[in-house]
């Protein structure tokens, strides 16, 4: 068993992150407020961890951010994930091509037509998905 690790808590700040849990957040914020609550409550990493079926590493790193950032610590960092590789002006100039073009086009083609003109290159299933969302 590693050291011990706690965090205690302000009866305001237990308050809050016991809020979390109805709020409007994202999954993950309102496991790792569960986390430090259990913490300050006197659970061990370890058994976190097992209630949680996360490893006791990453029960310390979110109980380490919320020492270190407090609130903020809670939530993912902006920038995450991958990025788009098109852009807003790319996915009118195919619907503009729609509208004004007499032919009709196949998700294949369209992924053609945005590599050639634009340099874009999208796979057929993910321009289709988008296309899609958007009506």
Known sequence: MGSRL?????????KTLFNLRTADVPQKVKDRAEVIRLSANGWYVEKIAAHFNWTAQTVREVLHKWQKLGMEGLWEKPGRGGKPRWAEADIVFLEECLEKEPRTYNSV?????????R???LSPDWLRQVLKKRG
């Open 6 to 14: 706690r965090v205690f808590l302000a009866p305001e700040q237990d």
């Open 109 to 117: 083609q369209l992924a053609q037509k945005l590599e050639q003109e």
């Open 119 to 121: 340099s874009i290159k």
